[in-house]
């Protein structure tokens, strides 16, 4: 990957609420951002490592509610007379708890993965989604249900000078959100770039081959799994931290939609993609707002989406970059002149 | 005893609505491998064709559950001409991506359409239920079963009786074997997405009266449809049917004695236990799954 | 790819720095109700009645000699989104006062960014009293609380003919519902009145059937059920379908009113509480006010029965306005201290604020009337 222009393009990043300080601007690009690393996570595991898991809203809601419980702290009596309780702990605790957590339900679908593979990967995934939104629906005693989770305790963070401040301005989200997206980002790039993310591609272009030349399939498969789901647990932390109330519709299928048109759009299976997807259709929303219903939005990602899969199937970014490639090819010799010299060198 | 004889009735109403739209999602992925996520979307189309005939354009009943059909197969016709020609169907993924995408606008489209408020389907029966003994169960419900238990027996003469429907088992069994013998497979995957869709409005458009027609009804219909096929099988037409009313008892008998409030959950429970446990189904034939 | 998003950044501040200013600028007033979802129904009436005294206020000279502009938020019936309906509201939009956000658990949730943004919010709707027990001073509510609810019912139980003696509740399980049928309890229990089950059921539920079979043999004579429009409607068809022995008595306000056209069976009769019944106008407060109100929503195609719901938009929208006039100026905390001075007179009767909630952070609560009408074969008349 290109270090300058990373560097280049989070140094643009981070200087930006300076520039700009419109506390709109910066809250609406704070949630593309969480949406971004949600999609940076989904892409490891459909991009990178070929598994169509379309219940990621799972991971992200998990988390969610994973680090609002804790930071928050419960009091749940699961039958048989026994109460789990839990006192609400620091902010930062609880996110790194609900990392932990979302990442074993990671290793639970990856385990289910090696039994069963395509379509039916992706039907489990979606149901699993589904299950955790019904129980976090009905379970009432433990996550409210519908009428969600309110006052979640924000971020805080010890600032020399000015002790410990809570993170809810727009401009401390946004930051806070920058930090953790660009962590993930050099995650996956290292994790790719190196010798288990070689393998994963393996899995990816050819199973049977990987395995035959000795990859371990399944270790890999729930390594992939693992990390993807703590990412996407992190950014559920995040929301839940900085939105500071959920609800049971986080699992919706239509966030993982979301994701995957992200991840799809921008170019599965390379690092840019999903920031791409994301910005594009994270910012979309507020740019076609007070343009066009929200219905109409949706019809538009939707043609979009299509359009993209039909012509461009590989996303945007591979595109833009074979369009860059394009333009740099000098232009080919005639034919002529290719066998003249061929033929020169078959002679030779 | 009259309880459970009472939740067999409503299962049983509920189960041959579900067949419908299962049978509907099998056939397109037993012959075309296609993860059809749009299902739901056609299912919603018809309850809303079905509204439109009755509430707007004072037709009768029964004649819009014809248009439902008519547009059904139309539209499923459209979108695998339109769509899924040009791809090579052996991409699941961009198949499913691209089904997702349909899936979207259409649900939408009906948003902007219609509204988001729910629409009630003035239907033609009395509102007094018909006892049998102390079993009570509404014309409505009663009119519903019957028609999609005719719609399924003649689904099935046409599977097994008809060469279409020879041609059809055919390339479900075996695509590239089927061309050899000289069905003509693209013809037939137009049928199978249209037939599939018509079936899928069908059942949109004989529940929608018994509840209500909102434009989110797809995403439930799509993924209990995906568990009736699971369950049944997904190589199996009768695994499907029978899938159909096993789903509708489960969650009748489940939501009954089990909670009430995890009804629609039951069908997403299933399909994870299934595929724990018995990946290929209950009724398939061994099918390489993993 | 840096090209794009340059591209993207000026884009967007040029779409923002181009929103035009018009020479004498509309008071803009902030609308967040439910346009989408499960109680979309209500959402829509409450936000036409909104439409009509926006419309009255400004062929009438507008407001300050300025005209009004109501900015419509749609949170698709969910509280997150309410919070982001709010957000873009206050952030984006930059609207003064608020009217919203129909249930009881989107308005809780939306409290905390009135308290950070300093925005005051005229409930319309919202009926738990957690809402004005908080002590949250920029909430200002003209909807009945739960607890008012159940006290104004018990002046109208005589006229159940037989009487009540024990009652089952069927509530949708969230703040409202689950409030609704904790304060009816208590007023019966008061009264002497058994209680049998209760049942709860989830908003977007469509098959009520395990709800109510489990209430079929409770030997009750009364079912009280609290949900939105839909869910009224699906509850009181699938109880008539089995046959429910119980008479159903609706609360919250809301009308189930696709039974007007689809009625139950016949002779079956349901009563249902409202806090104003366009089918006796004649029984309001302010008869002209209600009538003037009937008449112009009327004459904008509304849905009759929608008339029971949407009369809140035109009572909060009115309450606002007079806020406003009597602050003379826009300025949220302005309209605040004005909303503790107003005396409105609405459809609903007359609206004046009064202290609720721990002291020193008191917000404004309201003393509404309420009505019961009875529903049979598609027909309305008061009980």
């Known amino acids: 990957m290109n270090w300058t222009f990373f560097g280049i393009f989070v140094t643009f990043l981070g200087i930006f609420p300076f520039v700009w300080p419109d506390p709109y601007i910066l809250s609406v690009i704070g949630s593309a951002g969480i949406m971004i690393i949600a999609a940076i996570s989904l892409n490891l595991l459909l991009g990178y490592t070929g598994q169509l898991s379309l219940g990621h809203a799972a991971f992200f809601g998990i988390g969610a509610y994973a680090s609002a419980l804790m930071s928050l702290g419960f009091d749940v009596d699961i039958g048989f007379g026994i109460t789990w309780q839990v006192d609400p702990k620091p902010v930062w605790v609880a996110f790194a708890t609900a990392i932990v957590v979302t990442g074993f339900f990671g290793w639970l679908v990856g385990k289910l993965a090696f039994k069963v593979r395509g379509a039916y990967f992706v039907v489990i995934t979606i149901s699993f989604a589904q299950v955790m939104r019904m129980i976090s629906l009905n379970w009432t005693d433990l996550t409210e249900g519908p009428m969600g989770m309110i006052s979640i305790p924000p971020f805080s963070l010890w600032i020399p000078g000015e002790g410990v401040v809570d993170l809810t301005s727009k401009a401390a989200i946004y930051w806070l959100v920058l930090a953790v997206g660009v962590l993930a980002y050099l995650l996956v790039a290292m994790l790719v770039n190196s010798r288990q993310g070689r393998a994963m591609i393996a899995l990816r272009e050819n199973e049977t081959l990987a395995t035959s030349v000795g990859i371990p399939v399944t270790y890999y498969l729930a390594l992939a799994a693992v990390i993807s789901a703590a990412i996407a647990g992190a950014a559920g932390g995040l929301y839940a931290h900085t939105v500071r109330i959920i609800d049971p519709d986080v699992f919706l299928f239509i966030y993982t939609v979301t994701m995957v048109i992200m991840v799809v759009a921008g170019g599965k299976g390379t690092l840019g993609g999903p920031v791409v997807g994301g910005l594009i259709f994270g910012l979309m929303p507020e740019l076609l707002r007070g343009v066009v219903q929200p219905e109409v939005q949706w019809v538009i990602y939707g043609i979009t989406m299509i359009l993209i899969l039909l012509f461009l199937p590989r996303g945007l970014v591979p595109a833009i970059y074979d369009f860059i490639t394009w333009i740099r090819t000098p232009i080919a010799i005639p034919v002529r002149e290719s066998r003249r010299a061929l033929a020169a060198e078959a002679k030779s | 005893m009259n309880e459970i004889l009472q939740h067999i009735v409503n299962a049983m109403v509920l189960g041959s609505t579900y067949a419908l739209l299962g049978i509907g999602l099998t056939i397109i992925f037993g012959i075309m491998r296609v993860v059809n996520f749009a299902h739901g979307e056609l299912y919603t189309l018809g309850a809303y064709v079905a509204y439109g005939m009755v509430a707007l354009l004072k037709l009768d009943f029964f004649s819009s559950i014809l248009f439902a059909a008519l547009i059904g197969m139309l539209v499923g016709a459209l979108i695998e001409y339109v769509f899924l020609r040009r791809k090579d169907l052996k991409n699941i993924d961009e198949v499913m991506l691209i089904m997702i995408g349909i899936m979207i606008v259409m649900q939408n489209l009906e948003l902007m359409v219609w509204g988001g408020v729910a629409k009630i389907i003035p239907t033609p029966f009395s509102q007094d239920p018909i006892s049998f003994g102390d079993v009570l169960i509404s014309p409505t419900r009663l009119f519903v079963f019957s028609i999609a238990a005719i719609l399924l027996f003649i689904f099935y003469l046409g599977i097994e009786r008809t060469r279409f429907g020879l041609a059809m088992r055919a390339t479900f069994q075996d695509q590239d074997a089927a061309r050899i013998v000289g069905v003509n497979v693209k013809a037939i995957y137009t049928l199978t997405f249209a037939l599939g869709s018509a079936m899928a409005a069908v059942a949109g458009a004989l529940l929608a009266p018994v509840f209500v027609a909102t434009p989110l009804m797809g995403d439930l219909a799509s993924l209990k449809a995906f568990a009736i096929v699971i369950l049944g099988g997904l190589g199996s037409l009768g695994g499907a049917a029978i899938g159909g009313f096993l789903l509708a008892f489960i969650e009748e008998f489940g939501a009954s004695y089990i909670s009430s409030a995890y009804r629609d959950a039951f069908g997403f429970l299933v399909i994870i236990i299934v595929m724990l446990f018995r990946p290929q189904g209950l009724f398939a034939a061994k099918e390489r799954v993993g | ?383």
């Open chain 3, 1 to 383: 790819m840096a090209i794009s998003k340059r591209f993207l950044t000026s884009l967007l501040f040029g779409t923002l720095a181009a929103t035009p200013v018009w020479a004498a600028d509309p008071i803009k007033i902030g609308v967040s109700q439910p346009l989408t979802g499960t109680v979309a129904a209500s959402g829509n009436y409450v936000t036409n009645g909104a439409r009509i005294a926006a419309a009255e206020i400004n062929e009438n000279g507008g407001l300050l000699g300025r005209q009004v502009e109501l900015i419509i938020e749609d949170n698709k019936s969910n509280p997150r989104e309410a919070v982001n309906a709010a957000e873009k509201l206050i952030l984006s939009d930059k609207v003064p006062v608020i009217m919203g956000a129909w249930s009881s658990t989107y308005t809780l949730a939306t409290m905390p960014k009135l308290e950070e943004y300093g925005v005051p919010m005229v409930v319309e709707t919202s009926s738990s009293n957690k809402i004005t027990k908080a002590g949250n001073p920029w909430i200002f509510r003209i909807a009945p609380t739960s607890a008012m609810e159940a006290q104004a019912f018990a002046k109208k139980l005589d006229s159940f003919d037989p009487p009540i003696k024990k009652v089952d509740f069927l509530s949708v399980n969230n703040d409202w519902g689950l409030g609704a049928s904790q304060e009816f309890e208590k007023m019966f229990k008061e009264r002497g009145i058994e209680i049998g089950r209760k049942e709860t059921v989830a908003p977007s539920t469509v098959d009520l059937s395990a709800q109510l079979s489990a209430l079929k043999d409770t030997g009750s004579d009364t079912l009280i059920m609290t949900s939105g429009v839909e869910q009224l409607t699906l509850g009181i068809r699938q109880a008539a379908e089995q046959q429910l022995p119980q008479r159903i008595v609706t609360t919250g306000g809301s009308f189930p009113e696709p039974l007007l056209e689809s009625p139950g069976p016949k002779g079956y009769t349901s009563s249902h509480l409202l806090f104003f019944s366009p089918w006796t106008p004649e029984s309001a407060v302010h008869p002209e006010i209600a009538g003037a109100f009937v008449d112009a929503w009327n004459e904008a195609g509304y849905s009759f029965p929608g008339l029971s719901e949407g009369f809140r938009g035109y009572d909060g929208i009115m309450t606002i306005a007079a806020a406003i006039e009597g602050a003379g100026s826009t300025e949220s905390e302005a309209i605040r201290a004005a909303l503790w001075n107003v005396q409105v007179q609405g459809v609903n009767g007359d609206i004046s604020f009064f202290k609720d909630g721990p002291e020193g952070k008191e917000s404004g609560q309201n003393e509404p009337n309420v009505y019961v009408v009875q529903l049979k074969d598609g027909e309305v008349s008061a009980q």
